[in-house]
């Protein structure tokens, strides 16, 4: 039998006073629907929390955080310790030029739109965030909030900013973060404390997905809804907002929100000239997506400042040329299946292997992170899944037929829809693997078998196995562990490897998309690695000469790409011949050749020319 209740007479009827929406939630159907939308956010986070306080007996620990002008302060300080500490390096003035404009227009610039393009190395990520700090307490907001589209530098971004404000002040909101792949009774008291914060976004300062940001706007599920009322009162970043922000989200937020400041920053902004199709028409370029620029500091103006390294580019003809062909059509046709032609793919891998020590200086040791290495690694982009395919059965077969010491390979790729190109080559990274067709999902779960048994890990193409598969390969490209990783699309946007030196090319790159993946490249690590190998097997000449033009000037080339060998050598042997013309050794002997001052100066200027020429 049924165990009776017992009445409960502490219920009471209330009546809600009458009240009408406000005038702009009345402007059209999506207005009310996101009005609406706030007030059910507000609803279900208030039951939610009042359920729990009930079954627990007790109020959770929610909501700790140190205020926004405390942490403004912190920030601010750290900022102060930067500029006063500006030395006279190129790269530290335009650094603490970028810093500057950050604090200016946070403290006094009014709510808005603002973009600021850097590129990497120009201290971007705590110019943001100490922007971000600076306006929202001048502006008294709650909290901050960080949408990053790539997985794979959400970890790195939230440990800088859990350093600098202590980790009970940042959340890291992303599915694979650790808090929730611990049973909740293993959970640590820090670890119970992020979870709870990651249910609405009780923080101030939140990291999370472009994903996790646009479910939380228009997911139907009320776990997701009741992060909304917590997004507004907040500065919103975009990070890479060139990948992010051209499509309904955008419009939704800067719509239906009225107490917003978003502020985007890139490496390589979307103009006119590289916006694609598809686009919403008044929403096709960074500047219609967030006006005002706060900074401009470009790829050509980080690598002459030292900050980065420029690229070396190597251009491999693996097919026949256009101009063998009449029609055009008949070329293309022609193209197509030559690129994916069975002993093309030899030929590539064959040139990978047989040039894999030379360009990442494999007889060249260093010291990273206490531990003796030799040399560099690499990523081959792919133009399809299919390719990608391809190509490590190609790795594996001809690496057992040479026999030897085996590159240590990878592979990785997931499900991506043809529309998310935008035109760059380099569709929105994805970890759908759910959708992939079977062969393609099998295909990838027997590679990640040979993973696991080359590193002792237990990965698979189960949801969560493959965003561990994902963190885990991330970390040992980082570390050097692995030789080359074939991907599609991924690593090729956003990723950090300062070991990683060589970008092989078999995929149709171009604009910001082909800027980005060559950026994998040319991070700084220490005097070994001195530029960013790209080695090419279509002729992306054209497109590389493009893209640095429209991300520099036309004269960007001669700073942002190194010469080919040919000209460096014969520049080489004519400065050579200068000198042994203006300063014969016998005269030198003779103490004849470097009479007065300015002789000198002319002798250490063309010697200093050949000793970069020779370098």
């Known amino acids: 039998s049924k165990k009776p209740v017992a009445p409960y007479d502490g219920w009471q009827e209330v009546t809600l006073p009458a009240s009408t929406p406000p005038a702009w939630a009345c402007a059209d159907p999506l207005s009310l629907a996101f009005f609406t939308r706030m007030l059910y956010s507000c609803l279900v986070d208030a039951d939610f929390i009042d359920t729990e306080t009930f079954m627990d007996g007790k109020a959770a620990p929610r909501g700790s955080g140190t205020d926004i002008a405390a942490l403004r302060d912190i920030v601010s300080a750290q900022a102060q310790r930067y500029l006063r500490a500006e030395s006279p390096s190129p790269v530290s003035v335009q650094r603490n030029t970028v810093l500057r404009a950050c604090l200016e227009k946070g403290a006094h610039g009014p709510q808005g739109l603002y973009t600021l393009t850097v590129p990497t190395g120009g201290g971007k990520t705590f110019a943001s965030l100490a922007f971000a700090l600076e306006h929202a307490a001048a502006q008294k907001m709650k909290r901050v909030i960080y949408v990053i589209p790539y997985m794979s530098i959400i970890d790195q971004t939230a440990a800088v900013f859990s350093g600098l404000l ?14 929730k792949t611990v049973e909740q009774d293993d959970l640590t008291p820090a670890q119970y404390r992020q979870m709870l914060a990651s249910e609405n976004w009780d923080a101030p300062v939140v990291v999370t997905t472009a994903v996790q940001f646009f479910e939380s706007l228009y997911a139907n599920r009320s776990s997701r809804c009741r992060k909304l009322h917590n997004i507004a009162d907040s500065v919103i970043i975009f990070d890479e907002c060139h990948r992010s922000q051209f499509g309904e989200m955008h419009v939704s937020i800067t719509k239906h929100f009225k107490n917003y400041h978003l502020f985007g920053f890139t490496g390589t902004p ?19 997506a967030f006006g005002d620029k706060l900074h401009t500091y470009t790829i050509v103006d980080a690598i002459r400042d030292e900050n980065v390294l420029p690229f070396r580019v190597d251009y491999i003809q693996t097919i026949r040329e256009r101009d063998q062909y009449e029609d055009q059509k008949v070329y293309d046709i022609y193209r197509e299946g030559a690129y994916k032609a069975a002993a093309r793919v030899d030929l590539v891998t064959n040139y990978i292997l047989d040039h894999f020590a030379q360009k990442t200086k494999r007889s060249h040791g260093y010291s990273f992170k206490g531990t003796r290495v030799m ?45 998310a190109d935008d035109g760059c080559g380099l569709p929105d990274e994805s970890f759908d693997v759910e959708s992939l067709d079977t062969p393609s999902r099998d295909f990838l779960e027997d590679a990640i078998t040979d993973y696991n048994a080359m590193f002792s890990t237990s990965f698979d193409t189960s949801s969560q196995g493959f965003q561990n598969y ?50 994998r490249t040319n991070r700084i690590l220490n005097s070994v690695k001195t530029y960013g190998n790209i080695v090419c097997f279509r002729n992306l000449e054209d497109r590389v000469n493009h893209a640095i033009s429209l991300f520099g000037d036309k004269e960007a080339g001669g700073v942002v790409l190194l010469k080919p060998y040919a000209e460096y050598l014969d520049e080489y042997r004519e400065r050579l011949a200068q000198l042994r013309e203006q300063f014969p050794l016998e005269a030198i002997l003779n103490g004849n050749a ?8 002319a002798f250490i200027r063309l010697f200093g020319v050949i000793l970069r020429l020779r370098n």
């Open 166 to 179: 202590g980790a009970e002040n940042v959340l890291a909101d992303f599915s694979n973060a650790e808090y």
């Open 270 to 288: 979307i103009f006119a000239d590289n916006a694609g199709g598809g686009r919403n028409f008044n929403l096709r370029t960074t500047e219609q």
């Open 375 to 419: 040399g560099f690694n690499s990523i081959l982009a792919t133009a399809s899944i299919d390719m990608a395919k391809v190509y490590y059965t190609a790795f594996k077969r001809i690496q057992e037929e040479r026999g030897g010491e085996r590159l240590k390979v990878a592979i990785i790729y997931s499900f991506g829809p043809n529309e």
């Open 470 to 519: 994902y963190k885990d390969l991330s970390d040992r490209m980082k570390k050097r562990q692995v030789d080359l990783t074939i991907v599609v699309n991924m690593f090729l946007t956003g990723f950090d490897a300062t070991t990683l030196n060589t970008l092989w090319v078999d995929k149709d790159l171009r604009d910001h998309g082909l800027i980005q993946a060559f950026s």
């Open 594 to 601: 470097l009479l007065g001052e300015e002789a000198e100066k």
